[in-house]
């Protein structure tokens, strides 16, 4: 293994590891920290973990627990992947696990760049953008779980950890990667660093050899490849001929209009909170109804910011979460059993949950199906999974997806 990746999310984690893919690197994905011996000759890792929204401590410990795997695998090069829209709180946890990765690698200064300019993402005078709107005029200002609401990376960055935050503007950036190294002083600890172009990402990669770890979104791995001497090369798609479903957990703007595009097309089930923690609903009696309908039907709980904030009002933010993402989980699990082909995850928690109740160790990884969202095929599960960031793909995602899917002759990009 050459490259290592500790991802905060799930969707994060299938992400960047087809950034990897794309590049031409054979890359495995692990859901959680593995036990035992890397999947033969991949020349990349990835780590699942759930530490996104885990309590501090947790989070440091499970990303330190997976850098100890990845180097005794060999990876020469660690990576922490966190989501191009630096979810986060006031108390972390990008910043506390950057500060113990970099202790444990002795690192610095350390690369931090969410930029993913395919998706819109980009970073300028060190301020995160969604498309044409500063971070905190996006929506992610009304994330249930990680508001964003300043757009300032040094500043979210400074309010985290102990550790010095520098920047490397677009200025030096554009002059290529001797300009991006000289801007980067030893004595500070993480570089803030501009993007707004896949060219700038490339520069970016290229100054970041032999750099034990980087943080970023998927895009910061688009030049890492080409260090270790890797090319691109296509290879088969995964597709499965099976009956599909879409699972919605997200609440982003994103999704919501995904989810209100897909009800057009095909039947549709809402789950709240309420109903669960009622016992009002069981995924036993929702998977049936999934497999009796024709067309591939829809189980979502993508509500609007203000009846997310009411659910949490009522039952409190962690018992509301943890009542869906359970149902989510034991429904993925009931559908595998009943013979699901196809499964279409929307958001980080959710697609988390449902790779936990498939028992899902490890992923291989298949061709686009937008960006940022690939195929993938759990090693000991005969169906496909789409497992979606909440703030990815266009309207029509789901029955694009959904198509996609089928096509077991699919060739991913070179």
């Given at each position: 293994m050459?490259?290592g990746?500790?991802?905060?999310?799930?969707t994060?984690?299938?992400?960047i590891a087809?950034t990897?893919?794309?590049a031409?690197?054979?890359?495995?994905?692990?859901?959680?920290?593995?036990?035992?011996?890397?999947?033969?000759?991949?020349?990349?890792?990835?780590?699942a973990?759930?530490?996104?929204?885990?309590a501090?401590?947790?989070?440091?410990?499970?990303?330190l627990?997976?850098?100890?795997?990845?180097?005794?695998?060999?990876?020469?090069?660690i990576?922490l992947k966190?989501?191009?829209?630096?979810?986060?709180?006031?108390?972390?946890?990008?910043?506390?696990?950057?500060?113990?990765?970099?202790?444990?690698?002795?690192?610095?200064?350390?690369?931090?760049c969410?930029?993913?300019?395919?998706?819109?993402?980009s970073v300028?005078q060190g301020?995160?953008?969604?498309t044409?709107?500063?971070?905190?005029?996006s929506g992610?200002?009304?994330?249930?779980l990680?508001?964003m609401?300043?757009?300032?990376i040094?500043?979210?960055l400074?309010?985290?950890?102990?550790?010095?935050v520098?920047?490397?503007?677009?200025?030096a950036?554009?002059?290529?990667?001797?300009?991006i190294?000289?801007?980067?002083?030893?004595d500070?600890?993480?570089?803030?660093t501009?993007?707004?172009h896949?060219?700038?990402l490339?520069?970016?990669?290229?100054?970041a050899?032999g750099?034990p770890?980087?943080?970023?979104g998927?895009?910061?791995?688009?030049?890492?490849?080409?260090?270790?001497?890797?090319?691109?090369?296509?290879?088969k798609?995964l597709?499965?001929?099976?009956?599909?479903?879409v699972l919605?957990?997200?609440c982003?703007?994103a999704t919501?209009?995904q989810?209100?595009s897909?009800r057009?097309l095909?039947?549709?089930?809402?789950?709240?909170?309420?109903?669960l923690l009622?016992?009002?609903?069981n995924?036993?009696?929702?998977a049936?109804?999934v497999?009796?309908?024709?067309?591939?039907p829809?189980?979502?709980?993508?509500?609007?910011?203000?009846?997310v904030?009411?659910a949490?009002?009522?039952?409190?933010?962690?018992?509301?979460?943890?009542?869906?993402?359970?149902?989510?989980?034991e429904?993925?699990?009931?559908?595998?059993?009943?013979?699901i082909?196809?499964?279409?995850?929307?958001?980080?928690?959710?697609?988390?949950?449902v790779?936990?109740?498939?028992?899902?160790?490890a992923?291989?990884?298949?061709?686009?199906l937008?960006a940022g969202?690939?195929?993938?095929?759990?090693?000991?599960?005969?169906?496909?999974?789409?497992l979606?960031?909440?703030?990815f793909?266009?309207?029509?995602?789901?029955?694009?997806?959904l198509?996609?899917?089928?096509?077991?002759?699919?060739e991913?990009?070179g």
């Open positions: 050459k490259l990746v500790i991802a905060d999310d799930f994060g984690a299938s992400d087809l990897i893919a794309e031409g690197m054979s890359v495995t994905q692990y859901i959680g920290i593995p036990v035992g011996d890397a999947t033969s000759g991949s020349d990349a890792g990835v780590v973990l759930k530490s996104r929204t885990a501090v401590s947790e989070a440091v410990a499970d990303s627990a997976a850098c100890n795997w990845l180097k005794a695998q060999g990876a020469e090069q990576v966190v989501c191009s829209t630096f979810d986060s709180t006031a108390e972390g946890n990008i910043g506390p696990v950057l500060e113990a990765l970099a202790a444990r690698l002795g690192a610095g200064p350390v690369i931090v969410p930029a993913f300019p395919e998706n819109g993402r300028y301020h995160l953008f969604v044409d709107k500063l971070l905190n005029e992610m200002q009304d994330h249930p990680t508001p609401t300043d757009p300032d040094r500043r979210v400074a309010a985290q950890t102990n550790l010095t520098g920047h490397v503007s677009i200025h950036v554009s002059k290529g990667t001797d300009a190294v000289a801007a980067m002083p030893a500070t600890a993480l570089m803030v501009d993007a707004i896949d060219g700038d490339l520069e970016i990669g290229n100054a050899r750099m770890l980087l943080c970023g998927s895009g910061i791995a688009l030049g890492l490849p080409g260090n270790f001497g890797v090319t691109a090369s296509p290879t798609s597709g499965n001929r099976g009956a599909g479903v919605s957990g997200s982003s703007k919501r209009a989810v209100a897909y057009q095909a039947p549709s089930r809402e789950i709240s909170a309420g109903e009622e016992g009002g609903v995924a036993e009696d929702v049936a109804w497999m009796e309908q024709e067309a591939a829809m189980v979502f709980s993508s509500a609007d910011p203000d009846v904030k009411d949490q009002r009522q039952f409190g933010a962690s018992l509301a979460a943890e009542a869906i993402e359970g149902f989510f989980a429904l993925a699990a009931v559908l595998a059993r009943r013979g082909g196809r499964i279409v995850v929307a958001g980080g928690e959710t697609s988390g949950a790779v936990k109740g498939l028992g899902v160790n992923l291989e990884i298949g061709p686009r937008a969202v690939p195929m993938v095929r759990p090693l000991n599960a005969d169906l496909v999974l789409a979606k960031s909440g703030n793909g266009g309207e029509t995602f789901f029955e694009d997806a198509r996609l899917m089928l096509d077991t002759e699919m991913k990009a």
